[in-house]
């Protein structure tokens, strides 16, 4: 039987954790009746520095039922380093880990179907969204664009797939050998390989609280996952330099001309055109450049992606 760990990230999540621990807890109990996963199963909440009462909430669950555990980051980390750290916490314990937002938008009764892809070989199994009927047009639209994007850019993503999945002990095993700081998990997990699988589901409405994820972190998200995962902005700016080369080669031959014949007028206006197209196309490459050596500079210093502060489980580990 299947020991199941969830990991979920919470962040300031006091309005929606005691109605998601029950729904998890009722879901478990059906699971283990079920003898769908061992009853040492664990719903595991991963606390990402919030300013409310969720950890004391997580304290309070962990007491009444040894089911809940929970850890905790010394400081907000974002959504991604939170759920890295539960899963690099989580990977010794579990035979499989399922991470999912505390929110629990995503459906938890396709637990089922993903043990069952796990039981059949299957090293991720990845929730993809059937629909997006719950979303505001907006949203939806620019969700769908950014997996559009992300995939011309040479970022594998799974087409309408989040953070829902299913990772097995071997998977986050893999998983943990990359060491980078710069983070995308929905991009990276594909890298790993083994056998997947796509389970699909509907996503429904948050339960209570808002969205901890408004337009500045989605687009800061999508940014990160195409310049941490992709160089084809950089090689973009090579083939637009090739480009601007060659007109100016054909304007330099067609100056010459006009000089020659006698036609050369006084050129401020195309002067004038050039150096700010020049100037704004130079400035905009030194800048993804600089994105990138932002980039290698911060996996040079190899800082902690997390650090986890506490660990409330039953075998006395850290
Ligand atoms: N979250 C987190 N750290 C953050 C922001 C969010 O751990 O800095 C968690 C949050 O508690 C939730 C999940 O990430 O469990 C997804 O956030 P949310 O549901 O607000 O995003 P949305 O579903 O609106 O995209
Ligand atoms: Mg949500």
Redo the contacts with the bound molecule.
Sequence with gaps: MTKLYLA??????EDVLWDSAEKLLNKYYDLMTENKISPDSKIVF?D?GSKDNTWAIIEDLHGQNPVFEGIKLSR?R??QN?LLAGLMTLKDKADAVISI???L?DDINVFDEMVKKYEQGCDVVYGVRSKRQTDTFFKRFTAEAFYKILNRMGAKVIFNHADFRLMSRRALEAFSLYHETNIFLRGMVPMIGFKTAIVKYERAE?LAGE???PLKKMLALAWEGVTSLSIKPIRMITWLGLFIFIISLAMIIYSLISFFVGAAVSGWASTLCSIWALGGLQLLAIGIIGEYIGKIYMETKRRPRFIVEEYLGDDGSY
Excluded: L, T, V
Aim: charged letters at 30%; glycine letters at 4%.
């Design positions: 979920i990230p919470c962040y300031n999540e991963i990402d907000n974002g959504h939170a937002d505390a929110d938008q948050r969205s901890k994820y």
